[in-house]
């Protein structure tokens, strides 16, 4: 089955820096790679996503990177905000089927 | 509702007991997945249904584990004799299979076995 590393496990910037959390999958038929934002007790939500026929996707000051060829795909946030630190996981899965997480990045933007 | 819902929020279970797991997805939602998140860790995979076919039980730890979803709408994650190590968050989260393949989260259920 599919198998999601996620680096680094805990990343800490100053406000206004840029971060960049990485993730490998093994599965070359993933088709779809979401990254989702989990702050402390609340629920995993969607902040951005990238299907495998488009190698790069900017939404604001958020963008997800893709290299099918080399099976990873990058989150990156720029201009950091106090406000964006939580954990975040990356995901793959193929025809959304057994979507599989990363094991976490712990964001801490220090004002 | 307009969410993904689950129930109870929390729970307290005396090792060995049985315990059932509900999740409300959100309406006409085709796709719905269990995942077990411990402290500090991501979702782990635990299965997948497809309207009522459960297509992937993979991630499911033992025959302790089993889950429903006899309607294609409420599903439930029942574990029998529960031990100290099921203790996490057990999220569920639906999609709808056409067109956007975004997943929802519920609030998750968590569960402490003592």
């Known amino acids: 089955g599919e198998n999601v590393e996620q680096h680094p496990s805990t990343l800490s910037v100053q406000e206004g820096d840029s971060a960049v959390i990485k993730c490998t999958y093994s599965?070359?038929?993933?088709?779809?790679f979401p990254w989702y934002k989990q702050e402390l007790g609340k629920r995993p939500q969607l902040i951005i996503d990238?299907?495998?026929?488009?190698g790069e996707k900017k939404d604001q000051r958020i963008a997800v990177t893709l290299n099918k060829t080399a099976k990873h795909f990058s989150l990156h946030i720029t201009e950091t905000q106090p406000e964006d630190s939580a954990v975040y996981f990356c995901?793959?899965?193929?025809?959304?089927?057994?979507?599989?997480f990363g094991a976490g990045t712990r964001l801490t933007v220090k004002p | 509702g307009a969410g993904v819902s689950q129930s109870p929020r929390y729970k307290v279970a005396k090792r060995g007991q049985d315990v059932a797991l509900r999740c409300d997805p959100i309406?006409?939602?085709?796709?719905l997945f269990w995942y077990q998140q411990a402290l500090g860790q991501g979702p782990e995979f635990l299965t997948y249904?497809?309207?009522?076919?459960?297509?992937?039980k993979s991630g499911l730890p033992s025959d302790r584990f089993f889950a429903e979803r006899p309607e294609g709408s409420v599903s439930t994650l029942k574990i029998q004799r529960t031990q100290q190590e099921d203790s996490a968050v057990y999220l569920c989260?639906?999609?709808?299979?056409?067109?956007?393949?975004?997943?929802?989260f519920g609030q998750g259920t968590r569960l402490t076995v003592v």
């Open positions: 989260a639906s999609s709808i299979r056409t067109g956007t393949t975004e997943a929802f």
């Open positions: 599965d070359s038929a993933s088709d779809y």
């Open positions: 990238i299907r495998s026929n488009v």
């Open positions: 995901a793959a899965s193929k025809n959304n089927n057994d979507m599989r």
């Open positions: 309406s006409g939602h085709v796709s």
């Open positions: 249904f497809q309207n009522e076919a459960q297509l992937d």
